[in-house]
């Protein structure tokens, strides 16, 4: 500001400067001058040269000054930010677990929520939201480790492991992600039979279940021959079907 106030009274200090001159006799040819005329140019000469040079510099330092404050207000606003959530730089590909559901089997969260093998997440808290919202829970969850789905799997027997890429504007966890749009890209499945522990899966069945508020649905579980014996054959479907299902890879 001070600067630019400066710049204001150039032109008057310029004036003022050229009537001294004048005064002096810097214009006049006569030889009897106070000063002589060579230096009183030279003088000015040095004065609209070097005072302008001096504005010039005096923005350039002012702007790389301007430039650092709005930085470092810029970097604690998304330090604030980033207190709650980081924004991933890096791929967001994760584990997650999942139910499968449906008479016509659908991947389904741990929360109760359907999606299909490519999907966009909705909020449904909030019909206003494109999820992720970053005070709300919606958008789609993965775990970045692998062991850390592998351990939730054993505490959620009946679900099955998937491997995921979100896609879109994410949130970064110390744990994983939440993402606008999730694509899977396999289903791992159980080793064992889901239901008796001992023998190894061969074919999907799906079962009623009974729920909260005594509503029932249908779970699918994968199991070995013994356990999936007593299935009819609509309840029964072998692993290249569900891959066709869910239009997901089983491996
Ligand atoms: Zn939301
Ligand atoms: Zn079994």
Same mark, same amino acid.
């Given at each position: 500001m001070r600067l630019i106030r400066l710049i204001r009274i150039y032109p008057v200090v310029v004036i003022c400067l050229l009537?001294? #001159? =004048?005064?002096?006799?810097?214009?006049?040819?006569?030889?009897?001058?106070? #000063?002589?005329?060579?230096?009183?140019i030279t003088l000015l000469y040095i004065?609209?040269? #070097?005072?302008?040079?001096?504005?010039?510099? /005096?923005?350039? =330092?002012?702007?790389?000054? /301007?430039?650092? #404050?709005?930085?470092?207000?810029?970097?604690?606003?998304?330090f604030n930010y980033q207190s709650v959530f980081d924004l991933p730089n890096e791929q967001m590909s994760g584990y997650k677990l999942a139910l499968i559901t449906g008479r016509n089997p659908i991947l389904t969260g741990l929360t109760g929520d359907t999606y299909l093998a490519d999907a966009s997440a909705s909020c449904s808290k909030d019909v206003n939201h494109v999820p992720p919202v970053v005070d709300c829970e919606c958008g789609f969850y993965a775990y970045r480790d692998l062991d850390e789905a592998a351990f939730e799997l054993t505490i959620n027997p009946g679900s099955f492991l998937l491997a995921v890429d979100l896609y879109g504007v994410g949130f970064k966890y110390d744990r994983g992600y939440r993402a606008e749009s999730q694509v899977v890209r396999g289903l791992k499945k159980p080793s064992r039979c889901q239901h008796c522990r001992i023998l190894p899966g061969k074919v999907f069945v799906t079962n009623y279940r009974m729920g909260y508020d005594d509503t029932t649905w249908w779970q699918w579980q994968f199991r070995c021959l013994v356990c999936s014996n007593s299935h009819k054959a609509q309840d029964k479907l072998s692993i290249t079907q569900m891959e066709k299902a869910l239009t997901v890879v089983i491996t």
């Open positions: 009537a001294l #001159v =004048y005064l002096l006799g810097g214009f006049s040819n006569q030889s009897d001058q106070l #000063v002589p005329k060579s230096a009183l004065f609209a040269s #070097v005072v302008p040079l001096l504005f010039i510099i /005096g923005f350039i =330092y002012i702007g790389a000054a /301007g430039n650092k #404050v709005a930085k470092q207000s810029s970097n604690s606003k998304s």
